[in-house]
C-alpha cells in the first residue's frame, strides 16, 4: 500500500474543519474524492460528519480538474506560495461548504430531522432558491395528491377515507382538464371555481357523453349516470375545505378560497342533510329470513342476513374469515375485527356474538360471498339487495327528501335498500332491547345514552342480541358443532 504523506491526502478525503462560535456542535465537512487518477476532472462529492451520529452527503455540481484541485489545502484555501490557480473553483467550493454549514446549522436550530432527504432541501434552498420556488409552487391537483398521500401516511385519517380522495382527486383531474385550468395552481383557484366544482361533483354524469375520453379508465359501474346527493357532494367539498385549509395553514396560500365564499354561500356548499333513518322492523326482518327465495338470490338473502347479524360496515363485513370467528370459554362464538373506519385511531378489536340462523350461514359459505365481489353497479350487492327485498314484499312507504323537486317523496322501502339497511337494522332492533350501540359492539365509548351498558359482557350481549332477533339460545364447542342439551 501506498504510504500517506503531506500531498497524498486526495487518496481519502479532504476534510475541512468548520468551527462557528455562534454554534454549540461541531461538524467536519469533506470534499469526498474516489480516484487515484492524478489527471482528468472529477465530479465533487461532499461529506458531513458531526460525531458518530450524523454521517450526511452531498453531490455537488461542481466538475474540478485534479491538477487545480491539488493546488488547495485542507481547508479549501490556496497552498502557500501558490500564485496560479482556478479562482472560479474556489469559489464554487467554498459557495458549497458554506451552503452546507448553513443548510446543517439551521436543520439542528429548527429541529429539523437530519434525513439525507432533508439536507438535499436546504442545500438546494441556499443554492439554487429560484428552481426551489418553481418546484414548490406545485399545480393544485399534484398539490392535492401529495396532501391525500401525506394524510393517509401521517394517520391523519384511514384507508376508506384515503379512497375517497383519490376518487375526489380523479374527479377534480377530470373538472380541470374540462375548464381547460389543469396547470393551474393552489393560489390561483378562486371562489368562484370552488363553486363550479360543487356544481360539477353534482351533476357530473351530464359531461359524460361530450367528454368520454376522460372516462375511458373507469369502470362503468362508477361512471356518474345521475345527478349525486347534496350530502355527497358536500362531503367532497368537506375534503377540499381540509385541503386548503393545510395549505394555508403552511403559508402556501394566503387565503383559502373557502374563506372568500362568504358565510351564506359557505354553509350552502358544505352542508349536509339527513332523512329520518330508514332500516328493518323486526316483522319486515323476519319475513326476509323466513321467505324462500330463488336460487338467483339466494346467495344475497344469505350475505344480507349474515351482515344484519353483525351490524358492521360493508368494507369489515368483506373482510371477514374463518380466522375471524372464535368462542369463548362459555361456548358463544363470536367475531372480532378491527373497524377499518378507525383503526388508525382505535385499535379496540369489535366482538360481536354469532347468533343460531348466523351460524349456519357462516358454516354454508365460510364468508366466501360472490355477490360482495362488486357492491355498486347494476348487478352488484346493493341493487340485489333491492331485488331480494322487492320479492320479499318489503314494500313499506318511506319518505325521502328529493332534492330536484326540493320536497319529500314516498318510495317502497325495497327501491332503498342497501348495505347500509344491514348497520340500521342491526342497530334499531338492539336498541329496542335497550341495547345500546356500544354494548352492539358497533360505537365508541362516551355517549351519555350509553354508558349504562358499557360493561357488558360477551356472555350479556348474545342474550340481548339473541331476543332482539329472536333467535334460540345456544353454545358450541371449538370446532362450531351446536351442544343441544347445555343451556346458557
Known amino acids: 500500500m501506498q504510504k500517506c504523506g503531506a500531498n497524498v491526502c486526495f487518496c481519502g478525503a479532504i476534510f475541512v474543519l468548520l468551527h462557528h462560535q455562534r454554534y454549540s456542535f461541531m461538524h467536519r465537512i469533506t470534499i469526498f474524492k474516489r480516484t487515484t ?22 453531490k455537488s455540481d461542481i466538475v474540478a480538474d485534479l491538477r487545480s484541485l491539488d493546488k488547495f489545502t485542507d481547508e479549501g484555501k490556496l497552498k502557500p506560495k501558490v500564485s496560479v490557480y482556478d479562482k472560479e473553483l474556489l469559489a464554487d467550493i467554498t459557495e458549497v461548504v458554506t451552503a452546507m454549514d448553513v443548510a446543517y446549522s439551521d436543520m439542528r436550530d429548527k429541529g429539523i430531522s437530519l434525513t439525507s432527504e432533508n439536507f438535499e432541501q436546504a442545500i438546494d434552498k441556499i443554492l439554487h432558491p429560484d ?26 385519517f ?8 383519490e376518487v375526489i382527486r380523479k374527479e377534480l383531474q377530470r373538472f380541470l382538464i374540462i375548464n381547460k385550468v389543469e396547470d393551474i395552481l393552489p393560489i390561483d383557484f378562486t371562489a368562484d371555481m370552488l363553486m363550479e366544482l360543487a356544481l360539477f361533483f353534482r351533476d357530473e354524469y351530464q359531461y359524460v357523453d ?86 338467483t338470490l339466494q346467495e344475497t338473502k344469505d350475505a344480507f342476513m349474515l351482515q344484519c347479524a353483525f351490524g358492521c360496515r360493508i368494507g369489515d363485513f368483506q373482510g371477514l374469515t374463518m380466522e375471524k370467528v372464535t368462542v369463548s370459554p362459555d361456548g358463544i362464538p363470536y367475531i372480532h375485527y378491527l373497524p377499518q373506519k378507525t383503526k388508525r385511531e382505535q385499535r379496540s378489536e369489535v366482538e360481536t356474538p354469532i347468533m343460531r340462523y348466523a351460524l349456519d350461514i357462516i358454516k354454508k359459505y365460510r364468508f366466501s360471498f360472490r ?5 355498486s353497479g347494476k348487478t352488484g350487492y346493493n341493487s340485489k339487495i333491492k331485488d331480494l327485498l322487492e320479492y320479499c314484499r318489503i314494500d313499506r312507504m318511506c319518505k325521502v327528501f328529493d332534492e330536484t323537486v326540493g320536497d319529500n317523496t314516498y318510495k317502497p322501502l325495497y327501491k332503498l335498500g342497501s348495505s347500509k339497511l344491514c348497520r340500521k337494522t342491526h342497530v334499531d332492533m338492539m336498541n329496542k ?7 352492539a359492539g358497533l360505537h365508541s365509548v362516551g355517549s351519555d345514552a350509553v354508558n349504562r351498558y358499557t360493561h357488558l359482557e360477551l356472555r350479556d350481549r348474545f342474550l340481548l342480541m339473541c331476543a332482539a332477533f329472536g333467535q334460540p339460545e345456544y353454545k358450541v364447542n371449538s370446532n362450531l358443532e351446536i351442544i343441544e342439551d347445555i343451556k346458557l
Open 131 to 156: 428552481k426551489v420556488a418553481r418546484a414548490e409552487s406545485r399545480t393544485l391537483l399534484a398539490r392535492f395528491e401529495r396532501f391525500a398521500q401525506n394524510g393517509y401516511r401521517d394517520g391523519v
Open 433 to 439: 332491547v335497550q341495547v345500546n350501540q356500544y354494548a
Open 371 to 375: 355477490v360482495l365481489n362488486y357492491v
Open 37 to 58: 487518477k492524478k489527471d482528468g476532472s472529477i465530479k465533487l462529492r461532499f461529506r458531513l460528519r458531526d460525531g458518530r451520529v450524523v454521517d450526511l452527503y452531498h
Open 158 to 165: 384511514g384507508v376508506i377515507c384515503s379512497r375517497q380522495y
Open 210 to 295: 361530450r367528454w368520454r375520453h376522460l372516462y375511458v379508465d373507469v369502470a362503468e359501474r362508477n361512471i356518474p349516470k345521475e345527478r349525486r346527493s347534496q350530502n355527497t357532494v358536500a362531503s367532497k367539498m368537506s375534503k377540499l375545505h381540509a385541503f386548503f385549509n393545510d395549505l394555508e395553514d403552511k403559508e402556501e396560500i394566503v387565503k383559502s378560497p373557502f374563506r372568500k365564499l362568504g358565510k351564506e354561500r359557505k354553509r350552502v356548499v358544505l352542508k349536509e342533510q339527513y332523512d329520518d333513518p330508514i332500516y328493518l322492523y323486526k316483522d319486515e326482518f323476519l319475513c326476509v329470513l323466513n321467505t324462500d327465495v330463488p336460487e
